[in-house]
C-alpha cells in the first residue's frame, strides 16, 4: 500500500510530492498525460518547440524565486527580455512597460522546470483515475481507465475544481457540505492557443509578446521563437476568455484562421494570417475566474483527503506551487507529523 497517492501531475502535485517524498512517505503520482507540469506545457512541432501554456514565469514569491535561481544556474532558464507590451482597445499604438519582475523562460520549452520538480518521483503516467472510493480498512482506492489500481492512507486531488468535482461526485455522502459548496464554486476561464509558424525571410518584430487589453478575440501573442537557441520563426498566440468560451468547440483550423487574422490586421502584419504551419490547442481550464481564498481544500473525512492548485489562493504558478505545500502539510499533519523540507525541497533536487 502507497502511504500517499496524488491525483495530478501540475506544478502543485509535483511541489506536494517532492515535499512528501522527501519527509520519507511513500507517495505515487498519477496523471493522465503523457508527460509532467499540466499548463507549464510544451510541444515539439516543426522542427521546433512551441510553450503553448504557461509562456514565462515572473518570480515575485521567495519559493518561485529560488526555483527560477536554481534553474537559471543549471542553464534551463534565462531573461527572455526587460520589456512586455500592451496594446489597449481602439488603439494601434503598442505601449512598452517595464516588468515589476523580469520575464523568465526556458530555451528548451517550459517544461523543463516541470521535469525538474520530477525528479525522484514515482509517476504512473497515461492514467486517468476514474474512481475513488474509501475500502472497509478505511484506506483510499484508486482505479485508471486502463483498470490500474492504487491503495493509498491519503489522496491529494491536484487537478482543476470541475474536474475534481467530477471524479469526487461518488463520494458526496461521505464530504462534507463546506467542501462540497467551496469545491463547487470555482469556476475557470477557457482558452484557444495557435501556434503558427513563418518563413525565417520576414521581417521580425521588434516586439517580443503583447498583453491585449479588453480585445474581443486576442488576449496575448508572443515571438516564441525569440525563446530558442536555434529555431524557426513562430507565434504562439492565445485568445481572449470571451471568443473562447463562444467558439471553443468550433472546428480547431477556423478558429486558428480566425485569430490569426485579427492580429495580422490589429498589428499590421498581413504576413501573419498566411503561416506555412499551424497547430490550435484547446484549454478547457485555462485559469481560475472563481479561485478560493485559501491555500488548499481539505475534506472532513476518515482518513485524509485534499484538493489542491492554482485555483487555490491564485491562478499563477506560484499559487499552485504554495498550495501543494499547503497540501503536503495538511497531510503530514494528520498522519505522522514528520519534518517536512519547506522550501528547501528545491535544494535536494
Not at 122 to 146: A, G, K
Not at 228 to 239: E, P, T
Request: include cysteine.
Amino acid at each position: 500500500m502507497t502511504n500517499i497517492a496524488i491525483v495530478g501531475a501540475g506544478m502543485a502535485g509535483l511541489v506536494c510530492a517532492q515535499q512528501l517524498t522527501q519527509a520519507g512517505y511513500s507517495v505515487r503520482v498519477i496523471d493522465k498525460s503523457r508527460g509532467v507540469g499540466g499548463r507549464v506545457a510544451t510541444r515539439r512541432l516543426s522542427d521546433t518547440k512551441a510553450d503553448h501554456g504557461a509562456c514565462y514565469l515572473k518570480p515575485k514569491g521567495e519559493l518561485l524565486q529560488h526555483l527560477v535561481k536554481l534553474l537559471v544556474q543549471k542553464g534551463d532558464l534565462e531573461v527572455w527580455t526587460d520589456t512586455l507590451h500592451e496594446l489597449e482597445p481602439n488603439s494601434s499604438s503598442i505601449i512598452p512597460n517595464s516588468p515589476s519582475s523580469l520575464p523568465y523562460t526556458a530555451p528548451e520549452g517550459m517544461n523543463v522546470i516541470a521535469k525538474f520538480l520530477a525528479q525522484g518521483l514515482e509517476i504512473h503516467r497515461e492514467q486517468r483515475v476514474n474512481s475513488i472510493t474509501l475500502n472497509s480498512q478505511n484506506h483510499w482506492h484508486l482505479i485508471s481507465d486502463t483498470n490500474e489500481e492504487f491503495t493509498a492512507s491519503s489522496v491529494v486531488i491536484a487537478i482543476p475544481a470541475p474536474q475534481a468535482v467530477m471524479l469526487l461526485e461518488p463520494l458526496a455522502q461521505l464530504l462534507d457540505n463546506s467542501f462540497w459548496k467551496k469545491l463547487r464554486s470555482v469556476e475557470f476561464y477557457p482558452a484557444l492557443t495557435v501556434m503558427a509558424g513563418y518563413a525565417d525571410s520576414l521581417p521580425q518584430p521588434e516586439w517580443k509578446a503583447i498583453t491585449f487589453k479588453d480585445n474581443p478575440v486576442l488576449g496575448w501573442i508572443g515571438l516564441d521563437s525569440s525563446k530558442r537557441k536555434i529555431a524557426r520563426s513562430h507565434f504562439v498566440v492565445h485568445s481572449s476568455a470571451d471568443f473562447a468560451e463562444r467558439y471553443f468547440e468550433s472546428e480547431l483550423p477556423q478558429v486558428g484562421q480566425q485569430m490569426l487574422q485579427t492580429a495580422a490586421s490589429t498589428l499590421n502584419l498581413l504576413w501573419l494570417n498566411n503561416p506555412q504551419w499551424m497547430q490550435v490547442h484547446r484549454w478547457k481550464y485555462a485559469f481560475p475566474k472563481t479561485p478560493l481564498e485559501q491555500s488548499c481544500l481539505a475534506a472532513e473525512t476518515p482518513v485524509p483527503l485534499v484538493c489542491c492548485g492554482d485555483w487555490c489562493g491564485g491562478n499563477l504558478v506560484e499559487s499552485a506551487m504554495h498550495s501543494g505545500i499547503a497540501a503536503a502539510e495538511h497531510i503530514n499533519n494528520k498522519l505522522e507529523q514528520r519534518k517536512l523540507p519547506g522550501i528547501n525541497f528545491l535544494d535536494a533536487l
